[in-house]
């Protein structure tokens, strides 16, 4: 028998939007989900190992008008392991990408305000383009846990303010305008052979609002990376083998800035396999 970890990738962070008025940040990347087990049987023979990426960030460059630029952040990929020494499958499910504005999003329905945090361990969806909170995502192999992930915070449309991405161990803390929320924290593992955390959550982007400066949100422990503050262009990726997921650009007083408030990407996953020699 063996012990495992299976980190999916982090979704990547949203891309803030500039208009007239100000700015809207994005939504914090969601965690990658994250799948640990002790004891589970195997026989002689091979595994198929399966790495998932990180998701990319979401990014507005001016070349083109704002509405058809991808302002969300991507999913991040699934991490699995298979094969004959194992019955079934063991399935790690890529985070959510966090939301943005006009983003013609295929994983989520566009035309909100402001985007909310990418849900932990939700494979394929962006949260948040109307200001929800992102939602979690039963394990597709069957194996206990059966959630592998957490809640996203919403975003706030009435001030611009956006949450930070769900973590594998806890939901998005709710945000305080016009900070960026903070992403979820991960789960903690010493299967490596040193406690360290895994797969926590993107943190949302800071933005203006009664002319007060907003900090981003900081990313949750396990690798996720914190949101970019006011008129930043330093929004933080999630870190590699960690599934964390990436911050969100701040949305500042600059109109239809090229290049600025891009999103972090997601941090790549992990998969760890540990066995008496």
């Known amino acids: 028998s063996v012990d495992y970890l299976a980190a999916a990738g982090g979704g990547g962070g949203g891309s803030a939007y500039r208009d007239v008025a100000g700015g809207v ?3 914090g990347g969601g965690a990658g989900g994250l799948r640990t087990g002790t004891g589970l049987p195997v026989s002689s023979g091979s595994l198929t190992v399966t790495v998932g990426s990180g998701g990319g960030g979401g990014y507005y460059d001016g070349s ?7 302002l969300y952040g991507l999913p991040g990929g699934d991490s699995s392991f298979s094969g004959p020494a194992l019955i079934g499958t063991v399935v790690a499910s890529g985070g959510g990408g966090g939301g943005g504005r006009f983003s013609s999003n295929p994983f989520h329905p566009s035309g909100g305000q402001v985007g909310g945090g990418g849900a932990g361990g939700c494979s394929g969806a962006a949260s948040g383009d109307t200001g929800t909170a992102g939602g979690v995502l039963t394990s ?5 846990p059966t959630v592998q992930g957490f809640s996203g915070d919403g975003g706030v ?4 303010s956006s949450g930070g991405g769900g973590g594998a161990g806890g939901n998005a ?3 305080s305008d016009p900070n960026g929320g903070s992403g979820g924290i991960g789960v903690e593992s010493s299967i490596s052979g040193s406690p360290t ?3 926590g959550g993107g943190g949302g982007g800071g933005t203006t609002q009664g002319g007060n400066v907003g900090n981003g949100g900081t990313g949750g422990q396990g690798g996720g990376g914190n949101g970019a503050s006011k008129d930043s262009n330093t929004a933080q990726h999630g870190t590699n083998s960690t599934g964390g997921g990436g911050g969100a650009g701040g949305g500042g007083t600059t109109p239809l800035a090229a290049g600025t408030g891009t999103g972090g990407n997601g941090g790549s996953g992990i ?7």
């Open 25 to 27: 940040a994005g939504g």
């Open 64 to 70: 083109q008008p704002q509405v058809n630029q991808t």
């Open 197 to 199: 955390y895994y797969c």
């Open 271 to 277: 998969v760890i396999i540990a066995y008496p020699s």
């Open 140 to 144: 597709p192999d069957g194996r206990s």
């Open 157 to 160: 449309p009435a001030t611009r």
């Open 173 to 175: 803390a709710v945000h």
